[in-house]
Structure formats: C-alpha cells, structure tokens
C-alpha cells in the first residue's frame, strides 16, 4: 500500500481520547471498508449484553452469577446498596490497615515494622498483583518527592517445591519482618494451601507465630476465612462471589499489596474508571475497548485462528503478556457457545518485551508461518530522569521508540497485521486504564463470539484430574507397602487403573520418598519398585 494510502488509513483508524491522553492503532489491520458496517448486529448486541451486565444481569449463566469488576472502580453503579456498602468498607479497611502497617501500629512480634510482604496465591490471586508490582515497583518514586516504597514483595505462586525453598532462601532473614498475605477466594485451592502450610513451618523454625504475620483475603465463610478466625490473624479481607479471579486486582486481591507497597490505588481505580466510562460510548469506530474486540474477530475470522502477540516497549510492562494470557486465555477459551453448540473457541496469547524480541521472535514473525497478529504497547514518556544521549543527539529511550516502530513497519511490509496501544507513561492511573481497556475487549469479543467469558470449566478438570492421581499415589504406597507387586502394569491390574498413570507415580515417588527404591528391569519401563526396609 503506497504511504499516502497508509496516511489515510493512519488518519481514519487512529483513536485519540484526549482525557486520558491514550490513543489505540487499528490502521494496519486489513479489514475491508464495510467490515465495521457488517458487524453492526453483532456489535449492537454486544454493546446490549454489557450494558445488561453492569447493570446486575446474571452474566455468567453457568454458574448463575452476576459479573461485577466494573462496579470495584465505581460503586455508584452496584445494583444494591449492599454491594456499594461492601466495595467502599473494604476499600477504606485496606487504607486503614495499610497505614496502620506503614506506622508501625500494626506491627511484627519483636515490634519492629513489617517491611517485607510474602503474597501465597494462584493464577488470578497472584498474577495481577505481580503484575502491578513489576510495573510500578521502585525503591524510589521520582514523582514523589522523597518517596520510598515501604515494604517489597515476594511470592508463592505455584506448588513447586523448589520454587519454594528459592523464595524462603530470599527472605529467610527477613522473615521476622515478613506480613503474609494468603489469597484464595474458595479457601480449599490445594497449591495456595500448600504455599501456606510451608510458610508456615518456616515461621515456626524461627520461633515465629504464623498468626501474627497472616491475613486473608478469601471468600467469607470459606475454610480460609475460618481457619483466620479462629486462629486470630491480623486481618481478613473479602473476595466477592461476583468477581473471578482474572478480574480481581482492583479488589482487596489487588488493592491490598498495592496500599502495603505504597502504591496509589485511588489513581489505579480512577484510571480504570476513566476507560471505563470512555469504553462505554456506544459508537464503535470511538470505542477502543469494541475496536480491540473488533479487530481481533477479524484477524481470527470470528475463530480464534491467530495468535494475539503481546509486544510492549516497556520493561515495567514486561508481565502484562502474561497478565493478558491468562485475562484472554481462560475467558475466551470455550468448548461451547451460549447456545449449547460446540465451537472451540478462543485466542492464543503469547509475548516479550521490545526491543527485547527484536533479538528473539520477531525473525519468525517477519518471515516464518502467518497465525498471529501483533499488538504493540507504547510508553512515550522514555524515563523521570535527565536524559543521556547514546550518540550525538540520541537517547536510549530514541532507539526503543526506532525499533518500536521499525519493527512495525518491517512486519507490515511483510503482510503481517498489528494494533499499537499507546499509553504517555507506566503509573497507577495508565496501568488501572490498560487493565480495564482489555477487561472490556475481552467481554465485547465473548459477545461477538457467543460464549460465556466469565466461567472456567476446563480448570476445574484439571484439578479434578490431579486429586484423583493423588488418591491413586496412596492407592500405589500401599500395595508397595503390602508387596503386592513391583511393576507399574502388576500394581494397576490389583486396583483396577492405567498402568502408565501408576508408572509416573511410582517414578516420582521413587524420585522423592526415601522408602522407595528402584531396580531397573529387562526394558525401560519396566523398572521394579519396592519399599526399603
């Protein structure tokens, strides 16, 4: 396409919103003319279906439940005076006990201030909070005059062993000083228990009293919520039925490691708020929020059938890719429409940071296989600090905008299709704007699409799948210790299971419990397991 063509296009496809000082690209997605004309029917029904769902509607049909993030950054718009009640308590019991911390008021046994904070969660409990940490953490904040973020953070976010023992191995020194904060709405996710229960020891091997270091943020009434109770944990914090996981950061998920690390959360809330209300103009071509839907159906055909590569030109973005896999991902990922068809729906989510990629992927994304399209992430501010000139003339900050839009270009010229988002700087309130942008665009796209965006089946499978593999691990030690077999296929056949499940078992317990050994046998598999006395 000739560069005054492009200009045109430029022209016609650039959104700027002037209030939030935030303008979205769609120039360089090659949509037809009557593309938007087209999907009108589709759009006006999306548009109907948010309204529906701010308004209190039961948004997600399979669990029965209303869908409520929108009303976390603007309680005014609660369907009842109890919810408004319970988002504004819960916003000044953070701020209270936040400060309180920060005073030393609430403080560690030895009565020192707790300047260390250990978040235990999982996927939404702990990836939002990760994310605004990366992206607003700093020993010092250069438009604070003399500001010092108060307390860092580490976290627990898996049920690996060993990840464990390398975060412990960080803090152990600092332990005394350490406020935990466990986070799981259900109370009874096995990795975020597991998380607990070893930090648990760990404090216990210090003399430390677990409870004086714990609070909750949980469902009320969850086993979480009484085990806090009844054990007198400093503080406990609400998760409400109507927000799931992928949603939750601007809840006490979110807010809370946020006021504890000194970051604004009235600016975060306010900045999702302000795109909130720019989000929901009913005119599409104004709308980033629909246009981001928009584009997406297109470059998928209304079937997921590209990759949505994640780009930013920031290092303090460098985890919204990550934060956007699991927000696109298990929103969108669908078996099945609302209509009860099959459909397979969704969109794969990867990405990296430029000029990062530039080093890495982007030789396949210029010549490689064509399933994907790019979403550029722009910061224009290059730093708060004097500038350096590199060369004569020239930043650092000039050559990550070069490559931004030199990789850009080269893409295009290569028929590849990209959106570019461009924020003025990474802050409280840009990052609350970007979160809610795409929490809005993943919603209009479920119901461009037709699934339900708000529920998560295949999750619940799979941790159904490994309880049951945990229950087979009992069923093996067991007949290990009975010597009722050495082999995987002997020791499936006595209790009726897959032999190549009880094979893993015997190979990781083998591999971890000192009883078990191993002695290898005529193949490969068929290796002999038995108990050592």
Known sequence: ??????????????????????????????????????????????????????????????????????????????????????????????????????????????????????????????????????????????????????????????????????????????????????????????????????????????????????????????????????????????????????????????????????????????????????????????????????????????????????LPYKDRLALFSRYLQQLVMESLGKEKDLDGKIVHQGIAVYGNKGSTDQHAYVQQLRDGVLNFFVTFIEVRKDRHGAAFEVEDGITSGDYLQGFLRGTRSALYESGRESITVSISEVNAFNVGALIALYERAVGFYGSLVNINAYHQPGVEAGKKAATKLLHLQNQVREKLSAGAGKIAEEIARSIDADPEDVFHVMQHLASNDPHVRVTAGDEPVDDKFSLAE
């Open 1 to 310: 396409m000739a560069s005054s063509s492009l200009w045109q296009r430029f022209q016609q496809y650039f959104l700027y919103c002037r209030d939030l000082d935030f303008s979205l690209d769609i120039s360089r997605m090659n949509f037809p003319d009557d593309f938007f004309e087209k999907m009108q029917p589709k759009i006006e029904k999306a548009f109907a279906a948010m309204r529906e769902l701010e308004g209190g509607a039961i948004a997600n049909p399979t669990e029965k439940r209303m869908v409520g993030h929108y009303w976390l950054r603007k309680s005014a718009l609660a369907p009842n005076a109890e919810i408004r009640a319970e988002i504004e308590e819960t916003i000044k019991h953070i701020k209270r006990f936040a400060a309180d911390v920060h005073a030393g008021k609430i403080a560690a046994e030895d009565g020192k201030r707790f300047e260390h904070i250990l978040l235990i969660g999982i996927g939404g409990s702990a990836l939002g909070p990760q994310f605004v940490a990366d992206a607003l953490g700093s020993t010092r904040d250069p438009t604070r005059e003399g500001f010092r973020s108060p307390m860092d953070i580490y976290f627990l976010d898996n049920t690996d062993p060993d990840g464990f023992d390398r975060v412990f191995g960080e803090i152990d020194k600092y332990l005394s000083q350490t406020l935990v904060i466990a986070v799981s709405k259900s109370g009874g996710t096995k990795e975020t228990r597991d998380g607990m229960l070893e930090a648990e020891a760990k404090f216990k091997e210090k003399g430390l009293q677990f409870p004086k270091h714990a609070v909750a943020v949980t469902g009320v009434g969850s086993e979480l919520d009484k085990l806090a109770a009844k054990n007198d944990w400093l503080a406990r914090f609400p998760m409400y039925d109507w927000i799931g996981g992928r949603t939750s950061v601007m809840s006490a998920v979110g807010l809370l490691p946020m006021a504890l690390e000194g970051f604004d959360i009235d600016n975060f809330l306010a900045g999702a708020a302000a795109m909130d209300e720019r989000t929901r103009m009913p005119d599409a071509a104004q709308n980033a929020a629909m246009l981001l839907a928009l584009v997406w159906y297109h470059a998928g055909h209304g079937k997921g059938e590209k990759d949505m590569v994640i």
